[in-house]
């Protein structure tokens, strides 16, 4: 893309996506008109659609997964043709599948793990589904994916599972901020995790109906936990903060360099699981998975915390009222690289924007929909990871709508404020994730950005205000001052 500047036509670097399978979920609701073939030419299920509903849709609807139908099958899939489009039409809209929310007009657009669709694809369900949903000829259709068992975790085959114990939440009762307590690692020696992943193992049936929501197969909203060798679970500036786990959040792979410590002989301190009814008694525990670097590994950048940006007691939310802005700032004490978006809102949350402000340059990194019942967290891929200078200036912007027309407000006429109920408000992107970078580790992320975008001092490029074509040198010389 070129845009005419002052200086002439300047190379704007934005960042393209491709797909892969993600879990993904559905709503059911009534079919098209029966039809089984098409003419040629057509867009067909098993030439067109069983492609899409592979790489996007697969993972979670199918027998013993997570979504409440299989779409394996023309006969699985044909009679919620109407939903699939309805749904995957919504794009960044509360009830949107595949359950991503990126904006893809504005912003950085490169991120690992993305399942949404492209516009063509859309293009071939909305022309299926109004052209009757026919099926094809049974020739072309791909071979289906092997998914060996619905057990399998999206990091990979973990090194170290840990369980939390078994709780109880009876069908009908109030939400529950309780502590689990600890849990032994029974690690002998350091390792440093370069993938995390928490999921839920309930006695609901999996193929029990649950078309409500993914909320309704779990009773575990979050949970917040950390690791410590401290055995009573004492945690102090020595203690591990992993991240934390929600309802449809994706497992977590950290950047190579950036493995977090499991130390030998530390506990799982379960600080605070918050847990719900579902309508069903439900018996439940956490797995907690984790993947190992090799042994001898040593990680070459530290984690660090972003405090402030975010609102919490003095959050104003007005009753019956649509797009309402709430912002917060906070600035950048060392160069930075952001390695997740995570938005947090509560129900009436509909969008975040996360924005970079270097001096006069003002940047929109990321910019997302909000669905409280699908919480994600987006990363960044490595070449799109944003490096900023100390001094940047990282703003949010949340978006609210408290009318009737969003569903996930339980009365829209009550004003509310924050608080950690999901009838109450938050506000923050403190969830999301961030690495320190000495002087000298910005300067190499820099000039290797330089080298890999190959960019030139005409190029502009989305999350690095300071890789505007100029050389390590310069690079080095204003990292300095």
């Not at 309802?247 to 360099?257: L, T």
């Not at 997740?340 to 990321?366: K, V, Y």
Request: aromatic share 8%; with cysteine; glycine share 8%.
């Amino acid at each position: 893309m070129e845009a005419t500047t002052p200086l002439g036509p300047r190379r704007i670097v934005l960042w393209t996506c491709g797909s892969v399978a993600a879990a993904v979920g559905l709503i059911a609701s009534v079919g098209v008109g029966a039809q089984s073939s098409a003419p040629t030419g057509d867009v067909t299920f098993t030439k067109d659609i069983a492609p899409i509903l592979q790489r996007h849709c697969q993972t979670c609807h199918r027998p013993d997964a997570l979504a409440p139908m299989s779409l394996l099958t023309y006969e699985d899939a044909r009679p919620y043709a109407r939903a699939i489009k309805t749904r995957t039409a919504l794009r960044t809209q509360r009830g949107a599948m595949p359950p991503w929310y990126i904006e893809k007009d504005i912003g950085i657009q490169q991120y690992k793990d993305d399942p949404s669709l492209n516009e063509d694809e859309l293009a071939k369900i909305g022309k299926w589904v109004d052209g009757g949903a026919p099926r094809g000829n049974p020739a072309d259709m791909p071979p289906p994916l092997d998914f060996k068992s619905g057990d399998q975790w999206k990091i990979g085959k973990p090194d170290l599972i840990v369980s939390s114990a078994d709780v109880t939440v009876k069908a009908m009762s109030a939400d529950q901020w309780v502590s689990l307590g600890t849990v032994p690692t029974g690690l002998t020696e350091d390792r440093y995790v370069t993938a995390v992943e928490v999921r839920e193992v309930n006695d609901i049936p999996k193929n029990a109906d649950s078309k409500t929501s993914v909320g309704g197969r779990f009773v575990f909203h979050h949970m917040n936990y950390s690791s410590t060798t401290d055995p009573s679970g004492r945690i102090d500036e020595t203690a591990t903060h992993w991240p934390l786990p929600e309802v449809g959040r994706n497992g977590d792979i950290f950047p190579e360099q950036a493995g977090k410590l499991l130390a030998a002989g530390s506990v799982l301190v379960l600080e605070q699981a918050h847990l719900h009814a579902n309508g069903r008694d439900t018996k439940a525990h956490l797995e907690f998975a984790f993947k190992f670097h090799p042994k001898g590994y040593k990680p070459g950048v530290k984690w660090v915390n972003v405090s402030g940006l975010g609102k919490g007691a003095d959050m104003d939310v007005k009753p019956l009222t649509a797009n309402q802005e709430l912002h917060a700032y906070a600035v950048l004490q060392q160069h930075t690289k952001v390695v997740t978006f995570e938005p947090h809102l509560h129900a009436a949350g509909t969008r975040m924007c996360l924005e970079a402000i270097w001096g006069t340059d003002n940047q929109t990194l990321s910019c997302a929909g909000y669905d409280h019942n699908w919480v994600r967290t987006y990363a960044y891929a490595d070449d799109a990871m944003p490096l900023l200078p100390k001094g940047t200036i990282l703003h949010i912007i949340g978006v609210l709508d408290t009318s009737a027309a969003n569903k996930n407000i339980v009365d829209g006429r009550n004003w509310s404020g924050g608080g950690r109920r999901s009838v109450a408000n938050m506000f923050h992107n403190t969830l999301g994730t961030y690495i320190e970078l000495t002087d000298e580790q910005f300067e190499r992320e820099m000039a290797e950005r330089l080298r890999k975008l190959k960019l030139t001092k005409n190029d502009y490029v989305i999350g690095c205000p300071l890789c505007m074509g100029v050389t390590p040198a310069e690079i080095a010389s204003t990292a300095s001052r």
